[in-house]
């Protein structure tokens, strides 16, 4: 059984998912301003929600086009997931530890990060589904 502290922890981590979450489908929702507002918005959204923000950086590769988080680099300690609109792979979002971090679930991740970044991409692709549909109306 765990400790009050590893519990507490535990829910720490998961609130900060959720912020996060919250603030990358808030920048999906307003879906009248510019793609590149919106990625950015989405990108600074990222990092906060990781168990390490200070050293965590994101990118999101769209069709051709890079939005990163200013201290954007990638490094050994990185994670991508694709992004997919109708089962074609679109592009990808990135997280990358830009300082060294301890071994978790995978790599320096955790488990619930992984599936944050999943969420976080399939959010993505239904936005530019929708964006495209908006586009032949």
Avoid at 76 to 101: D, N, R, W
Wanted: with cysteine.
């Amino acid at each position: 059984m765990k400790n009050t502290d590893t519990l507490i922890g535990d829910l720490q981590e998961r609130a900060k998912e959720l912020r996060c979450l919250y603030e990358v489908e808030k920048a999906l929702n307003n879906v009248n301003r510019p793609m590149s507002e919106t990625m950015a918005e989405v990108v600074a959204a990222i990092g906060p929600g990781w168990q390490f923000p200070e050293a965590c950086e994101a990118a999101i590769e769209l069709e051709g086009q890079v939005f990163t988080s200013p201290g954007y680099i990638e490094t050994p300690c990185s994670l991508e997931t694709p992004i997919e609109v109708q089962g074609e792979e679109v592009g990808q979002v990135k997280v990358s530890y830009t300082a060294p971090c301890p071994e978790e679930d995978t790599g320096p991740f955790l488990d619930e990060e992984v599936r944050l970044l999943e969420s976080i991409a399939d959010r993505l692709g239904h936005y530019l589904l929708f964006k495209k549909l908006q586009g032949m109306g």
